[in-house]
RNA sequence: GCCUCAGUGGCGAAAUGGUAGACGCAGUGGACUUAAAAUCCACCGUGGUAAAACACGUGCCGGUUCGAGUCCGGCCUGAGGCACCA
């Protein structure tokens, strides 16, 4: 039999030690490892489809896999896991499809993901993972909502505080009866209910956040054309925190591409609200970036939907009309056309007393600052583009102000403006008219009074239902009206709950109860990013406080039964300064993800995460320190002459041209997917190679933040390394250990210690490709030396070994154990260098004549400037360039270079 | 329009301002083999040469420097983000 390193031996081998990382518990990690610090590595969680797995999904989870190997045996305590994203649309719309409960789908796509990922050999603890969709998860989701929902920004500290000390402050509201008290405090809530502008979706039958709609007005699932409508929805008053959101930017070490994409998003922008006279003893109130031209001002432009069109003294409902039903898509359609219309009204210019018309126009949004300008043709090109087509004067010579605080400081002298800030980032809309989400833990009573359910009434359980399909319309239809499907359950929907003598809503069992009262369950369900805005948290403690069979307690953990979070584990894991690298803001050590959540999941988290620390539940600043975008696998399609799509396994290429069944077909690049009919699966990688073949291949094609073309049959370099490997100390035939135990030559420790430091460098900066490369030359070298001198000694072959373990983790393993050993390689101390033979003999640098190079110079490397230049003059071909030439500068950068300046 | 980022062999890509193309795929030639596969060795930017030498070469044009893929200025192309945000 054969003990040749291919397929069959290598999943044999990865078998094996599955099972015995299974068995053993390998990838337990414990809290509180003394004399190690922790690093926390995270994957953003999967939402596991029905479609299955390419080749393009695991690039992330085995580069984060790989990193946490290596950290592990460099002496860091590791958490490294992965739980699952699994409410929202996708599944839902896979439920419908295939008829079944969305919870059934959910969890067979689940362990159908967890046994795709479990072959690639990732060291996910175990004891770690969760779904979203858990009841134990649900219960926290909803208990995060009801922290969000009890507190409130104080503006003063800028800080999120419970709702009781607002209340505290404001002994009178006491005396208030309760739906004018529940009214009051949602003006302060963080999440709140408001009766405002939305967007709803028909074609989706729900309403979105901003950050879902696409920038022409659609939704960024289905591409459903979106409407604005005044609806009764919740949101989250993440506006408050605009400021810090963008400031703490500073303390992360994130893509500048993401950091500047929040940014933008978040849109601080810094300016002055004036406020004009305007006819009638009305005031309009306008917000620009630009005080210093308000001498320029020759007229002032309000929204459609701005409230003084009440008093417009021009009839101007038609304009309004069209404009207010103009959809988003066609107002940007219309971008740059202009177009507005005369209210009749004049406002008046605070400093030049000029009477300025007010018009109003669609070019201004009622959503930003406030919803009015002034508007200053001479200094603006949308201004005087307006200007230009109704022939409004434009001030071409006017007096600025020399910098915008002089412009401030003298509009609050005469007490007509003020500096201010504003944002661009609006509340988020937090309601979902889904079935396929976490019920919010309120409840109404007979007067629409919310109540928040006691922590002893969670998780509130979704609902069974007739029909769990969300009730979509026509997706053209803005005055269909949303229907949340969790409605459609009466029994589920009409509770009997224990009250106060006041009718207020308490806890089960409490003493003060004087009864039962009926109330009716909010039916509308979270967004999809509620799930994904702590899970990071879940992973400190995964089955935690969740009443879940089997839940077990962490090992020495402070229980604090009424917290998301252990707080001692929170500050052991996440918390500030946690170890050498994560700086002052805290947070997961490495997060890796695509960039396509740049504004809304990792917004959001950030979000979250603020309020928790503010009200003391975590200790570090952000949720995520290190944010590192791994790039696509991207993939060849091909279609034929009808532009169909052709199996691209079955393609042929041939002078560069593409051939299908004897048929030329053209060649495109870009996704892989079912149906482009080029979708290549790890389960076919694995089988064909090896899942450690898989994955070295996956880290060596380029750069991780890179996209690049998968290449089946490139696959192949990264198995004849293994191969190498395996032959380099096992013998082919008999499948024995083949070292020896004599030890290293010099030469050989020197090739070897430099390729520890090579690669323990390009390991630590995340470059797996090049350590990769690194790895091949030394096993290239090795290869070589045992054919000129025989067996390799075994304490080479270990070095080898160790290094290949976080890339290769199950062949090395087999090696590691064959060698001897009877401990798992993967807390095996990484190998360290020796400095002293770093250094070479000689060396060999290039000499340069008029920054040629002429020839090589081969040297010691302690040899004198003076040795450098006279050596180098001596060599042939340098000599033949000197002949004649006068030398008028010798550059001798010893160990470098050598050039030589001449005339 | 504004803001990021990127352009290097047939392909994926390497290069603290210091010998451009490491490493891998594909390709060419050779060794081994009855043969093939596998393995091992050599070559593999373009022109040029018997081979060298030599010339050219990192999107384009300039600049700084003894020396530029790398730094600076100006373009071109591509990808991504934002976009009537006052």
Redesign the pocket.
């Known amino acids: 039999m054969s003990h040749?390193y291919d397929a069959s031996l290598a999943n044999k081998i990865e078998q094996k030690w599955q099972k015995y990382w299974d068995e053993h518990g390998t990838f337990i990690s414990k809290d509180y490892v003394v004399g190690k610090e922790p690093f926390v590595v995270m994957d953003m969680f999967p939402y596991p489809s029905g479609a299955g797995l390419h080749v393009g999904h695991p690039l992330g989870y085995i580069a984060t896999d790989v990193t946490a190997r290596f950290w592990r045996m460099n002496n860091k305590n590791v958490l490294h896991a992965l739980g699952y994203d699994a409410f929202g649309l996708p599944a839902e719309q896979y439920a419908i499809k295939t008829g079944q409960h969305p919870r059934k789908t959910t969890e067979e796509n689940i362990q159908n993901m967890r046994k795709q990922l479990k072959m690639l050999g990732l060291a996910h603890d175990p004891t770690r993972t969760f779904a979203t969709i858990d009841p134990g998860y649900v219960k926290w989701t909803q208990w995060i909502f009801k922290q969000i929902y009890n507190s409130y920004f104080d503006e003063e500290l800028q800080k999120a505080r419970p709702i009781s000390e607002l209340l505290e402050k404001h002994p009178e509201w006491k005396e208030l009866p309760k739906k004018e008290l529940a009214d009051i405090l949602n003006e302060f809530r963080l999440a709140y209910i408001s009766y405002s502008p939305v967007n709803w979706c028909p074609g989706l039958g729900t309403v979105l956040a901003?950050?879902e709609v696409?920038?022409e007005g659609k939704s960024e699932r289905g591409n459903f054309p979106v409407f604005k409508r005044n609806l009764k929805q919740w949101s989250m008053r993440i506006t408050k925190f605009a400021d810090r959101l963008d400031d703490d930017l500073e303390m992360i070490d994130w893509?500048?591409?993401v950091k500047?994409?929040q940014h933008?998003?978040i849109?601080k922008?810094q300016?002055a609200f004036i406020e004009f006279d305007v006819d009638g003893g009305h005031k309009l109130k306008?917000?620009?970036?630009?005080?210093d031209t308000i001498r320029g001002a020759t007229f002032a432009?309000i929204?459609p939907e701005h409230p003084l069109l009440e008093f417009a003294t021009e009839d101007v409902t038609q304009y309004v009309e069209v404009a207010k039903s103009k959809s988003?898509i066609e107002?940007?359609q219309?971008?740059?056309?202009?177009?507005g219309e005369f209210t009749g009204l004049f406002a008046v210019n605070p400093i030049t007393k000029r009477k300025l018309p007010i018009y109003v126009?669609?070019?201004?949004?009622?959503?930003?600052?406030?919803?009015?300008?002034?508007?200053?043709p001479a200094d603006?090109?949308?201004?005087e583009?307006?200007a230009t087509i109704y022939n409004i004067p434009i001030e071409w010579d006017y007096q600025k102000y020399s910098t915008v605080e002089d412009a401030i400081s003298e509009l609050e002298k005469i007490g007509c403006g003020e500096g201010t800030t504003?944002?661009?980032l609006r509340d988020w809309l937090f309601s979902r008219q889904r079935y396929w989400g976490e019920p919010f833990p309120i409840v109404y009573d007979e007067d629409g009074v919310a109540f928040v359910l006691d922590d002893s009434m969670l998780p509130v359980a979704l609902p069974e239902v007739p029909d769990f399909a969300p009730k979509s319309f026509d997706p053209t239809d803005a005055d269909s009206e949303p229907e949340p499907p969790l409605g459609r359950n009466d029994a589920w929907k009409v509770v009997e709950l224990p009250v106060d003598k006041n009718g207020t809503l308490i806890a089960e069992g409490s003493q003060e109860a004087v009864g039962q009262k009926t109330f009716t369950r909010e039916t509308n369900t979270m967004p999809n990013w509620a799930g994904s805005c702590w899970y990071y948290l879940r992973y400190l403690n995964a089955s935690w406080g969740d009443e879940m069979p089997g839940c077990v307690a962490p090992e020495n953990a402070e229980h604090q039964p009424n917290a998301v979070v252990d707080k001692s584990l929170e500050e052991y894991w996440l918390g500030p300064e946690h170890n050498s690298t994560v700086g002052a803001s805290g947070g997961v050590d490495l997060y890796v993800g695509g960039?396509?959540h740049?504004?809304l999941h990792l917004l959001y988290a950030r979000f979250w995460h603020k309020v928790l620390r503010d009200l003391g539940y975590v200790s570090s600043l952000e949720p995520f320190h290190k944010l590192f975008n791994q790039?696509y696998v991207q993939a060849f399609a091909y279609t034929d002459s009808r532009g169909v799509y052709v199996p691209a396994n079955d393609v042929t290429e041939q002078d560069?041209k593409f051939f299908y069944k004897g048929q030329e077909v053209s060649q495109e690049y870009g996704k892989m997917g079912k149906s482009l009919l080029n979708v290549v699966t790890p389960d076919d990688m694995a089988k064909q190679f090896g899942a450690d073949t898989f994955r070295i291949?996956e880290m060596?094609?380029?750069?991780l933040d890179?996209?690049?073309?998968w290449?089946t049959?490139?696959?192949?370099?990264?198995?004849?390394?293994l191969?190498?490997v395996w032959?380099l100390m096992i013998d082919e035939e008999s499948g024995e250990l083949n070292v020896s135990d004599k030890s290293a030559d010099e030469e050989t420790k020197r090739f070897l210690n430099k390729s520890i430091a090579a690669v323990k460098a390009?390991m630590s900066s995340m470059?797996p490709?090049?350590a990769?490369?690194?790895?091949?030359?030394l096993v290239?070298f090795l290869?070589?030396w045992k054919?000129k001198n025989g067996m390799v000694p075994a304490e080479v072959a270990e070095v080898v070994v160790k290094m290949t373990a976080p890339l290769a983790p199950h062949i090395s393993e087999e090696l590691w154990s064959k060698l001897g050993h009877t401990d798992s390689i993967i807390c095996v101390d990484f190998p360290s260098v020796d400095e002293a033979y770093l250094v070479d003999d000689v060396?060999?640098?290039?000499?340069?004549v008029?920054?040629?190079?002429?020839?090589?110079?081969?040297i010691s490397p302690s040899a004198t400037q003076e040795q450098f230049e006279q050596e180098a003059k001596k060599l042939p071909?340098v000599a033949?360039?000197l002949e004649g030439k006068q030398i008028l500068?010798s550059?001798v950068?010893p160990?470098?270079?050598?050039?030589?300046?001449v005339k």
């Open positions: 040749k901003n950050e696409t920038a893509p500048e591409k500047m994409m933008n998003w849109g922008s300016g306008v917000f620009t970036t630009r005080p432009v929204a988003a107002r940007q219309d971008a740059g056309k202009k177009t126009a669609d070019y201004v949004l009622m959503g930003y600052g406030t919803g009015a300008i002034m508007a200053v603006d090109k949308r201004d583009e307006f504003t944002f661009r960039v396509e740049a504004v790039g560069g291949y060596s094609m380029g750069p890179l996209s690049r073309p290449e049959r490139a696959v192949i370099g990264a198995q004849r390394y191969q190498r032959r390009e470059r490709n090049t990769i490369s690194k790895l091949i030359e290239n290869t070589q054919q060396i060999s640098i290039g000499v340069q008029n920054g040629k190079v002429r020839d090589t110079l081969t071909n033949v360039h500068k550059i950068v160990g470098r270079i050598v050039n030589f300046v």
